[in-house]
């Protein structure tokens, strides 16, 4: 298991409230840290996958179970 810093639950939250709440966990972390977040919106993945392009921080894992995707991002 990967260790992190922050989690959000974003579960029942559908786009853009998943990509929104990772935004505000990463403005409050340190560079280096781990954010964990528990995704149920099918497209979560497309919008973290894109915004992790153009700002730089590193999806480390990510898990689809069931109807749940997990991420954990490192900011940079």
């Not at 579960?11 to 935004?23: E, Q, S, T, V």
């Not at 340190?30 to 973290?48: C, N, Y």
Request: aromatic share 8%; net charge negative.
């Amino acid at each position: 298991m990967i260790e992190f810093n922050i989690e959000v639950d974003a579960a029942g939250l559908h786009c853009p409230l998943p990509l929104l709440r990772l935004k505000k966990a990463l403005k409050e972390m340190q560079s280096g840290e781990v954010v964990r977040v528990i995704a149920t919106d099918p497209a979560a993945h497309l919008d973290f996958g894109v915004y992790s392009e153009q700002t730089g921080h590193e999806i480390i894992e990510y898990i689809r179970e069931d109807d749940q995707q997990i991420f954990y991002v490192r900011k940079k």
